[in-house]
């Protein structure tokens, strides 16, 4: 499911932040230059993809106090990696709505949070960048799995058993709208001016955290 939303690049790029990053939104750290010195193939960035899960993964065990059920955590896997675990800014899942309303045991209140990291930096036509809710697909289908999870926690059988292409469709019908989004100048179909220098979508944090609705 990362995989299918990120992309994989097989060559060490700068990303928008002139950050270093190959594979699957892997920023390059001095132990990786051992195996990136003869080139890059699909398998290591598998494993490396691997790798960087077994991080989130490791954040959600140490982070979040209360039952979890694998679609959830694979929902909150998604999420971490997109808009990480935390920085000295105190910006991502550490500090999100979506942890505090899950530590508290309000599960479907975490997935409606899931939504406030709808907004990315998409490149305008004059080159300059503007907060667009672009990843609003990702979310939604994110947020779905989770909820999938929720009756499980809960000691039912999920009834709803989406699976990973249903979700990718969904959002992937948001991202290919992004025209829809831009303001009103007739951009012709094969402009491809909405993506960001190096053709992903970060997330950024809210602006402020809105209340979600009881």
Not at 136 to 141: K, S, T, V
Not at 167 to 172: F, G, M, S
Request: with cysteine.
């Amino acid at each position: 499911m990362i995989l299918a939303f990120e992309g994989a690049v097989l060559h060490v790029y700068k990303d928008v932040a002139a950050i270093e990053t190959v594979c699957i939104g892997h920023v390059v750290r001095p132990e990786d230059r051992v195996w990136l010195k003869d080139g890059v193939t699909r398998a290591e960035c598998e494993a490396v993809l691997k790798r960087d899960v077994s991080r989130f993964e490791s954040a959600i065990n140490r982070l979040v106090v209360v039952k979890l059920s694998q679609p959830m955590v694979n929902a909150l896997c998604s999420l971490i990696f997109n808009i990480g675990v935390g920085d000295e800014h105190g910006r991502g899942f550490t500090s999100s709505t979506v942890l505090r309303e899950l530590n508290a045991g309000n599960y479907s209140k975490a997935a409606d949070a899931f939504l406030l990291w709808k907004f990315a930096k998409v490149k305008q036509k004059d080159g300059t960048f503007q907060k667009k809710p672009v990843l609003l697909g990702r979310r939604e289908a994110e947020a779905k799995l989770f909820r999938t999870g929720i009756m499980e926690v809960m000691g039912y059988a999920p009834n709803d058993n989406v699976s990973l292409d249903v979700l990718l469709k969904h959002a992937q019908a948001s991202l290919f709208d992004l025209r829809g989004l831009l303001d009103d100048r007739g951009l012709p179909q094969e402009d491809t001016d909405f993506l960001t220098a190096d053709g992903r979508l970060y997330a950024l944090p809210p602006d402020e955290e809105e209340p979600i609705a009881a």
